[in-house]
């Protein structure tokens, strides 16, 4: 299946485009009807009233403007049914720029371009630089300083709104998806329990039998989209194909209030296999990610919370090479209120609310990476750990992952102990560092404790997370590690 074709405008409102090509083309005519004029007139009246109120009033009134000229854009594009081709779209950008005669094409910066036409003046560019969005709409390029402009607007209105940006990941984050033919005998069952595609608003599990596969969404996941669209404006991001990408959208958002256009695949990325925030028109200093794998994003680690990954199906598992029993095989799932959305949902308010209300200095100036930071460096915090039986033999142990991922937390690492030390890590309750442990009444815990902790954001109960007597040739790295 492949829906290449179809211009994206035919699946976006008009107030996505609208916010996203900005003030140059409301400056000049677009070939204005009588009742046009009209209201460009009344406009230029209000703006003598308009010099007396604060920025705030104005900057409300210039989007609202914008908005509505940018509306006359997609609804002219929109006239003719159907697919919207690069040549048509070509056709259409020639209606609608041929009449911009109030800037000249050489005196023109062009800010962007539209099927290879610059948007403010009409003229066919034969080298275009920036970044191509045509999630936004099919053949759209912005200009690197056209996107700086473009966000520093967006941020204005959206911090006078008390919002943030929020990248969602799709699979294994907010939903779970297999090809039918990889259905295992004992998740057949499924196939009698999906729910109607006719209100998918109620439903969580999905056959799209025109695609060969079902979805299944995660446990919480419409409160917690309900509830995250009130604190940011949200895009999903996916390494899936267009087409795959947007029919997610429909199931998690089939009224299109959370993300309208601002659905980004793998089609729409600039590096193979890397996800940027170069494709975002939002500040990076504003922007919080949620993402199950954390070398996607490899320029962006510290405004990423990594998720854990959501494991419905038995593909899945084998796909990560987990050699047990799914989801859907056990006939169970996460709890609503105790899973991975529920807990990342109580981080975002938090870090929302110090973003907003707990910083001392100027709104426009704050970073939620320096918040995120924060607030993830205070679920171990007075936590001082040493590792037993974790690291393979002569590994430098402060590159683990474990460990810096403890650092992050908020513990202190060591690889000697002393009386400070408050848990001793381990693979093996027998190696002499887990013995002092005992002795000394430290606590115990085994690796995942810390891991458990990274993903639910704080500190679990020790006793959860007891350490075997591992024997030698049960124990995968016994042969390449020891005792440290």
Not at 118 to 138: A, D, H, N, P, Q
Request: proline residues 4%.
């Amino acid at each position: 299946m492949s829906l290449a074709t179809d211009s994206p405008v035919n699946s976006s409102s008009s107030d996505d485009l609208a916010a996203f090509l900005d003030a140059e083309l409301d400056s000049n005519s677009l070939g204005s009807s009588p009742e046009k004029e009209a209201e460009d007139k009344d406009e230029d009246e209000e703006s003598i009233d308009e010099e007396a109120e604060n920025e705030e009033a104005r900057d409300d009134k210039d989007l609202e403007r914008i908005k509505r000229r940018k509306t006359q854009i997609v609804e002219t594009i929109q006239e003719s049914p159907g697919p919207t081709s690069l040549g048509n779209l070509e056709e259409k950008t020639d209606m609608l720029y041929c009449a911009e005669v109030s800037l000249g094409t050489d005196n023109c910066p062009h800010p962007g371009s539209l099927g290879g036409m610059c948007y403010r003046c009409g003229k066919r560019l034969e080298e275009e630089s920036g970044v191509t969005f045509s999630y936004i709409c099919k053949g759209l390029r912005l200009g690197n300083d056209e996107i700086d402009r473009l966000r520093n607007t967006d941020m204005k209105h959206l911090l006078r709104h008390r919002k943030l940006y929020l990248i969602l990941d799709l699979d294994h984050t907010l939903l779970n998806s297999t090809l039918l033919l990889h259905l295992t005998p004992e998740e057949d069952y499924l196939k009698s329990q999906a729910d109607s595609l006719q209100d998918v608003s109620k439903g969580s599990l999905f056959m799209l039998a025109f695609m060969n596969m079902m979805t299944k969404l995660r446990p919480f996941v419409h409160t917690f989209l309900k509830e995250a669209s009130e604190m940011f404006e949200m895009y999903i991001y996916t390494m899936g194909d267009r087409p795959y990408a947007l029919e997610m959208a429909k199931l998690l958002d089939p009224s299109r209030e959370y993300f309208n256009a601002r659905v980004i695949s793998r089609d729409d990325g600039t590096q193979r296999h890397q996800k940027g925030l170069d494709v975002v028109l939002g500040q990076e200093s504003a922007v919080l990610i949620l993402d199950d794998t954390e070398n996607a994003w490899t320029k962006h680690r510290d405004n990423l919370i990594l998720m854990e990954r959501y494991h419905f199906f038995a593909s899945s598992c084998r796909q990560f090479g987990y050699h047990c029993q799914s989801l859907s095989q056990l006939r169970s799932d996460e709890s609503e209120l105790e899973g991975a959305l529920a807990s990342v949902l109580k981080v975002l308010k938090r870090i929302h609310n110090i973003f907003f209300d707990e910083l001392a200095n100027d709104l426009a100036g704050r970073d939620v990476r320096q918040v995120l930071k924060m607030v993830r460096g205070e679920v171990l915090k007075g936590c001082k750990l040493v590792f037993s039986h974790v690291f393979p033999t002569k590994f430098p142990a402060d590159t683990h992952y474990l460990w810096k991922m403890a650092e992050q937390l908020g513990a202190t690492c060591s690889i000697e102990l002393d009386p400070l030390v408050t848990h001793v890590v381990s693979t093996d309750a027998r190696t002499e560092k887990s013995r002092w442990a005992a002795k000394e009444a430290k606590f115990l815990v085994d690796p995942r404790w810390i891991e458990t902790a990274n993903f639910l954001w704080q500190k679990q109960p020790e006793e959860n997370f007891p350490v075997q007597q591992t024997k030698p040739e049960e124990n995968f790295h016994a042969k390449q590690m020891k005792d440290q």
